[in-house]
């Protein structure tokens, strides 16, 4: 009994730290959406690329690591720049479909430009942490965590709390929750547009370098990074498009969740539900609770 | 009146949406400085036009002043985007209030001076000065925005509005949809703000009679052209203006029915 409740914490604890990792790859789409109301599905794309800039400054021009990472970084904020000024300004009062299909033909310009750039083989990406067992945890309380695991479970928690207080307690965070809430009024009364868009951009190239490093240590920095962030999705509609909490929860739940279906009820259906399982969770609550578990409720005075 | 007394002197401009919609034909107006002036007229008559395309926010919404000039304080606006203006010193209050909902009163506020380079400290006591003009906001100034009344958001949007210090304030329908009691409230506040703060004021109401007791000066346009204008005194006391937009004719008050019944009583007599 002890030992499969164990198994089951285990499972839990688990899936709850692979979690986070969707959890970073789905505050990237929080950002943007907060700022523009648009589902960035470049976003996967800018994953993929700004992790594979940092590995390829790394390997390919022998930059050390810390150095590497902040060009990557740089490179996100140019990234950041140049949508703001070529594709977000021109569409500036295109409604936000137009904006939407726009994200996805930046996400293929993104894809080939670092595949034109750096290659298109699987590269192996060493940050110096281990994807396996912790000797201490597993020693001590007999459950068996991946030090990568726990990593990106602090990194997340870093990152949220970081953005949390950008967006409460300073002016470019004020100005940026108006925006969100009514961009009209916003430039009404001063807040440049441009600078916010330029802002959340870049935040959101940061983030998903980020992201990029958790996932491409795992599982090599490669092409299927894109279509993995698209796991966002259901992570979203759980917690809520616009809330950066609930991409944190949304993304713990899908992670538990998905685990531990696989592991109790995947056996009936031939294995492999992780992989749509967080789908059908997201259906129940498009059913039930549109607006996700934190996403802003849509005020309306009658 | 000269020109280096007017804060903004519009000249025969013309507006066009989408490069097809004329919107406006033929407008000039003058707000000269300290004054506020009531631009009137029915809905669809231009009168938000007018403001956007002074506080360029025309540009938002693929309008364009196709004629004429804008001069705001000497210089002129073409070339300038919302935000530059409101360094300007010139700043709109939309039409509908537009409160950034999901922020409290005080944030709200807060927002308003976005556009200045403001320590805390500074932020602070140009807040209580505000407060001083909107006592109601500063009781509610926790609350989130989106359910204050909207008389409250009215105010709301009017103080944020003069967080980032304007010379001039474009108020778009500020009485829309409000109880008349607080339409008196807010005309109060705006005269005030009129007054002590030296803040010129270009507003566009439906609410004429109203507007025109709270204002020095006034225009009327309809379908895009201006048909009339002159103090708000003659204004007042002119019979077009009595008979069309004020409802009262030389008889005295006149309403709807009377005017079917009149109307019948000469197709009779046709007849």
């Not at chain 1, 940092?54 to 590497?68: E, S």
């Not at chain 2, 346009?221 to 004719?249: F, W």
Request: proline share 3%; with cysteine.
């Amino acid at each position: 009994m002890v030992e499969e409740l164990l198994f089951f914490m285990e499972v839990l604890v688990g899936g709850l730290l692979a979690g986070t990792m969707y959890s970073l790859v789905a505050l990237g789409f929080v950002l943007i959406f907060k700022a523009s109301a648009t589902f960035n599905f470049s976003q996967g794309a800018m994953v993929f690329f700004s992790v594979l800039a940092f590995v390829g400054f790394m390997q390919d021009f022998n930059i050390p690591f810390v150095l590497a990472f902040i060009l990557a970084a740089l490179l996100m904020v140019v990234v950041g720049l140049c949508t703001e000024r070529f594709v977000l300004r021109p569409l500036m009062n295109a409604s936000e479909d137009t904006v939407l299909m726009a994200t996805i033909g930046l996400g293929y310009v993104l894809e080939g430009l670092a595949q034109a750039a750096w290659g298109v083989e699987v590269r192996r990406l060493d940050l110096g942490i281990g994807d396996f067992p912790v000797p201490w945890i597993a020693d001590n309380l007999k459950l068996f965590i991946s030090a990568l695991d726990i990593t990106a479970g602090l990194v997340a928690a870093i990152m949220i709390i970081g953005l949390f207080l950008l967006f409460k307690y300073t002016k470019i965070g004020l100005g940026l929750r108006a925006v969100a809430d009514d961009a009209g009024a916003a430039s009404s009364i001063g807040i440049p547009l441009k600078h916010i868009m330029l802002l959340v951009w870049s935040a959101a190239g940061v983030v998903a370098l980020v992201a990029g490093c958790m996932w491409g240590a795992r599982a090599g920095v490669q092409f299927a990074l894109v279509d993995l962030a698209l796991k966002a999705l259901p992570v979203l509609i759980i917690g809520g498009f616009s809330s950066i909490p609930g991409a944190i929860i949304g993304g713990l739940i899908i992670g538990a969740v998905e685990k531990v279906l696989e592991v109790y009820i995947g056996p009936f259906f031939g294995g492999a539900i992780e992989g749509w399982a967080p789908y059908v969770l997201a259906i129940f609550f498009l059913l039930y609770r549109p607006e996700g578990l934190f996403g802003e409720k849509i005020i309306r005075r009658v | 009146m000269s020109t280096s007394t007017n804060i903004l002197d519009i000249k025969n401009i013309e507006v066009t949406y989408d490069n097809v919609i004329l919107a406006l034909h033929d407008v000039s107006l003058k707000v000269p400085k300290g004054k506020v002036v009531a631009l009137l007229g029915a809905n669809g008559a231009g009168k938000s036009t007018t403001l956007k395309a002074v506080s360029t926010m025309l540009a938002s919404e693929r309008g364009k002043v196709t004629k004429g000039t804008i001069e705001y304080d000497g210089t002129s606006i073409e070339k300038q985007n919302p935000s530059q203006m409101v360094g300007l010193g010139m700043v709109q209050v939309l039409e509908g209030r537009r409160c950034f909902g999901h922020l409290t009163v005080e944030e709200n506020i807060i927002a308003g001076a976005y556009s200045r380079k403001l320590s805390k400290g500074d932020i602070n006591q140009e807040l209580e000065k505000i407060y001083t003009y909107f006592i109601r906001l500063k009781e509610r100034r926790k609350s989130q925005a989106a359910f204050t009344s909207g008389g409250e958001q009215q105010m709301i949007a009017v103080a944020r509005a003069m967080m980032a210090k304007p010379k001039m304030l474009l108020l778009d329908e500020p009485t829309m949809g409000l109880a008349p009691q607080l339409v008196a409230e807010i005309f109060n506040i705006v005269k005030e703000l009129n007054q002590k703060e030296g803040v010129s004021i270009l507003l566009a109401e439906q609410n004429t009679n109203v507007a025109l007791k709270n204002s020095d000066y006034g225009y009327i346009i309809e379908t895009g052209r201006v048909m009339l204008d002159g103090t708000a005194q003659s204004l007042l006391s002119n019979d077009q203006v009595k008979e069309l937009y004020l409802g009262i004719s030389k008889k005295g008050r006149k309403n709807f029915r009377d005017v079917l019944k009149e109307e019948s009583l000469t197709k009779k007599k046709i007849n």
